[in-house]
């Protein structure tokens, strides 16, 4: 119990809104696992290569496909290099690259949309009609072409993936400012003279916030798919840097004789993307958002 | 009705145009083209420039895009730079064996997909809709090579019951082709269920919180009524939607799919075609395949309208 006097200034502050969305979070069990996933799997990435018990791309001929045992856990692959360290490292990339192309994506999308949702007219609708044209091709289309053109470098893909995943962001965004430009406390800013730019600020930034969060949380596990499913077709990361997508297509070679070398970054890849997908769930719960009412990738 | 219907069919011609607008300028604007993909090293000098008259890629790029555009319209998609044969001749078997794939995909994935997803919806936060739900995010997250790669270990290789590899197509006969691509189809299906289910289940809820459903209930309408005559018609309309932009996704997931189980469809001529530099294919694949996905949504569309007649004014459909 608190002894003494109380004045008004001595009321604990309400927790901020961050401490609340999170506090909600983690009331759920799926939300718990989620976050859990996720930050784990971050802090593997940023810290596997200091204690990463060999280096991963030491080959050893005398243990060729070599089941678990004592020296390595997990097993060795097809070069005889250790799974445990590879697993451990193979997500480094994947995480790089789109842990940096989801919030670019988020942002462009984000506010391409929000511009569009407020200014309407003719513009609007021709570029809604080239979202709709870029939608309409598939991801890996789209990813394939740019990568033939320029490569499969980090600094590639970052701007690739972000450029393609900003424009289903851009419809979303659209879609939720148009809700909230018919109210009246737009209409009023619109009325004391307030800028397109000023009304975007101070108005509907803060209000589309929630759907972008969710959104970008959305996109991250896509653009994992898409980054993780290229390696698999041999078009993403270039060996021998570890990478789960290439890892899993080495390993089909020698399931019959070998299923070992599949089991590990087939378990490390779900984990991260159902981690994600917990994570956002539990947010769009916890921001009241419907987020199976969201659209396809 | 007819105005919109009109209108929303300019809408579809129109992002077809502008799709293969930027088809055209992407390859465009890729490094080489077909007559560097013929040559290959011999791709210098006079024979470039010959090859290059000789295809009339010596003309302007908007010469050659109307003619790409009007000849694709006729049916006539162009000749492919890998082995000058008629590209509507090479993409016709593979696109074929992809609808067949696709097919099997739908007529499996949507009756189960809208099954579960009404129940789902109407026991909702039981354990049972906890526990389909959860599989449902496993299902339509997790890469499709990474679900192909456990089906291939368990079904295939642990208990040997269908090949890993789709050596059959549309031609083989039935009873090697259904055990052949059933677990392509299984993978497509997981995916594509676990999409429409969970757009399902959270209209039924919504449906069945509705102030309509509430009188019903209080007049005293049995459940089984209930749910039959006055939730599930409303329930099932987003259905629709969800179903056409399900089916878009397919044709990009398929590209996957058919690459992992090596099976001869659309997308998996279109990564080798790629890989080959083959231009005039890819072009080609990519407007069969944009056109299939503005053709299903605008169906869609459609028969939405054609069911809920809320739907049927001009200002109510915003695009």
């Keep these: 119990m608190r002894a003494g006097p109380t004045t008004p200034d001595a009321i604990p502050a309400r927790p901020s809104r961050l401490v609340a969305v999170i506090r909600e979070m983690l009331s759920r069990p799926s939300g718990c696992i989620g976050l859990f996933l ?57 995480i790089l690259v789109t842990a940096i192309a989801t919030p670019l994506a988020v942002a462009w999308g984000g506010l391409l949309g929000i511009y569009l949702g407020l200014a309407g007219g003719r513009l609007d609708d021709i570029l809604m009609r080239v979202v709709d044209a870029f939608l309409a091709l598939p991801w890996i289309l789209k990813m394939l072409l740019m990568i033939v053109t320029f490569g499969t470098g980090v600094g590639v893909l970052i701007p690739t993936l972000a450029f393609f995943y900003g424009i289903p962001v851009i419809r979303i965004a659209r879609a939720a400012t148009q809700n909230i430009v018919a109210r009246d406390f737009v209409l009023a800013a619109r009325a004391r003279g307030h800028s397109r730019v000023s009304i975007m600020r101070r108005e509907l930034f803060g ?15 896509w653009m994992l798919l ?41 378990i490390a890849l779900s984990s991260l993307i159902i981690g994600i997908n917990l994570t956002a769930d539990a947010l769009a719960k916890a921001l009241g958002i419907d987020r199976a009412q969201a659209a396809v990738h | 009705m007819l105005r919109i219907f009109i209108r929303r069919l300019l809408l579809g011609i129109a992002t077809v145009a502008i ?22 090293r011999d791709a210098s000098g006079e024979r470039l420039v010959n090859c290059r008259r000789e295809l009339g890629l010596d003309r302007p790029a908007v010469t050659r895009f109307v003619e790409w555009a009007s ?36 007529a499996l994935g949507i009756p189960l997909a809208l099954f579960l997803g009404v129940l789902t919806g109407l026991r909702r936060d039981k354990a049972s809709d906890l526990a389909l739900s959860t599989i449902a995010i496993f299902a339509m997250t997790i890469p499709e090579f990474v679900t192909a790669t456990v089906l291939i270990f368990v079904f295939s290789i642990w208990l040997g019951w ?52 509430q009188m019903a209930t209080l007049k005293g309408v049995p459940y ?23 089916v878009g996704w397919l044709l990009g997931g398929v590209v996957v799919v058919e690459k992992v189980f090596n099976y001869p469809g659309l997308g998996h001529y279109m990564i080798d075609a790629i890989s080959d530099r083959d231009l005039p294919v890819v072009q080609a694949i990519a407007l069969i395949v944009a056109t299939a996905y503005v053709g299903v949504n605008l169906a869609a569309d459609l028969l939405a309208m054609a069911f809920n ?11």
């Excluded at chain 1, 209000?207 to 991250?220: C, F, P, Q, T």
């Excluded at chain 2, 799709?19 to 560097?36: H, K, M, Q, W």
């Design chain 2, 309 to 319: 007649p809320r739907l049927r004014t001009l200002k109510a459909r915003s695009p």
């Design chain 2, 162 to 213: 269908v090949p890993g590899i789709v050596t059959a197509s549309a031609s083989s006969p039935l009873s090697a082709f259904f055990p052949g691509i059933a677990l392509p189809v299984i993978v497509l299906t997981m995916v594509m269920t676990a999409h429409i289910m969970r757009t399902v289940r959270s209209s039924v809820i919504d449906v069945m919180n509705s102030d309509y459903v």
């Design chain 1, 38 to 94: 996720v930050v784990a799997h971050v802090i593997l990435a940023l810290l596997s290569p200091y204690f990463a018990p060999f280096d991963f791309k030491a080959m050893n001929a005398n243990a060729i496909l070599a089941p678990p045992d004592t020296t390595h856990w997990l097993g060795t692959d097809q070069l005889g290099r250790d799974i445990l360290t590879r697993t451990i490292m193979g997500g480094r990339q994947a």
């Design chain 1, 207 to 221: 209000n589309v916030l929630d759907a972008l969060m969710v959104e970008g949380a959305m996109r991250w596990s």
């Design chain 1, 226 to 266: 898409a980054f993780t499913s290229l390696s698999f077709l041999g078009f993403g990361v270039s060996p021998p840097t570890p990478d789960w997508g290439l890892m899993i297509a080495d390993s089909r070679n020698f399931m019959a004789i070998a299923p070992w070398p599949a089991f590990a970054p087939v």
């Design chain 2, 19 to 40: 799709v293969s607008g930027i088809i055209f300028a992407a390859v465009e604007a890729l490094p080489g083209d077909a007559c560097t993909a013929i040559l290959q």
């Design chain 2, 71 to 106: 000849g694709a319209v006729r049916g006539d998609l162009g000749i492919s730079a890998h082995n000058n044969k008629p590209i509507a001749l090479l993409v016709g078997d593979r696109l074929k064996n992809t609808l067949l794939l696709a097919g099997c995909s739908l």
């Design chain 2, 224 to 246: 089984r009524q209930i749910v039959l005559r006055h939730a599930l018609p409303n329930a099932l309309l987003p259905a629709i939607n969800v179903i056409a932009l399900t």
